[in-house]
């Protein structure tokens, strides 16, 4: 497979589960993003990582909790979400991090639902 | 603080020329991207401007003017397969990229 793969692409979960997302990119980047898009909002970076070491996070509430075990896999742990949670979690990557052309290749998403 | 805007949704006809504004008001720049997003997929890169001017890539060309803080992305000759939601996005002076709202774009036969 190629490009940036995000699994699942639709999770349903309740205020008191742990779930996790994953992503997973076959493109030799350096650096991967977790961004949340809502409806009609911008796009919020919610972490970077540049390297496995993670560069940026974006004052994001702790019931959301990246891993980057090596360079081509990210996840995002969510315990006790709520309703407000609700959204499309995209994974990004890029060649590296902290540039002006730095071009983003995304993956489809996961949607999520908090109930 | 650090600003993009762009229409929220725009609709046109099958085979016509739309153009989609977005201007920015950022700490810095280096750069603006245009990405295209159609339903439930990923964003896909369209273009990056830097310098002023118009950048023309088949059907689609992106126009910049760092003066006036302003962009467009023009389509021409639209395919129904355009209809898709465009995003624009600036990279400030600490190469934070700085994302707009995004334009529904709604092409009609």
């Known amino acids: 497979e190629t490009g940036v793969t995000q699994t699942p692409r639709h999770l349903v979960m309740g205020m008191t589960n742990k779930k996790s997302l994953k992503c997973e990119q076959h493109l030799g980047h350096n650096a991967m993003y977790w961004y949340k898009q809502s409806a009609k909002k911008p796009l919020e970076l919610m972490f970077v990582y540049s390297l496995e070491e993670r560069v940026e996070n974006n004052s994001v509430p702790s019931r959301f909790s990246p891993e980057c075990p090596n360079s081509s896999h990210l996840f995002l742990h969510l315990h006790t979400l709520q309703p407000e949670d609700s959204a499309l979690y995209l994974c990004a990557s890029s060649q590296d991090q902290g540039s002006g052309a730095n071009v983003l290749t995304f993956g489809a998403g996961s949607r999520l639902t908090v109930l | ?109």
């Open chain 2, 1 to 109: 603080g650090q600003n993009i805007d762009q229409p929220t949704e725009m609709t046109a006809t099958e085979g016509a020329i739309v153009q989609i504004n977005c201007t920015y008001q950022t700490s810095g720049f280096n750069g603006l991207f245009w990405y295209q997003q159609h339903a439930g997929e990923a964003p896909t890169f369209l273009s990056y401007n830097v310098l002023d001017g118009l950048e023309e890539k088949g059907r689609f060309s992106s126009f910049l003017s760092r003066s006036k803080g302003y962009s467009y992305l023009l389509l021409k000759e639209l395919q129904m397969k355009d209809s898709a939601s465009y995003l624009c996005a600036v990279t400030d002076s600490n190469y934070q990229l700085i994302w707009g709202a995004g334009t529904k774009l709604i092409i009609k036969p």
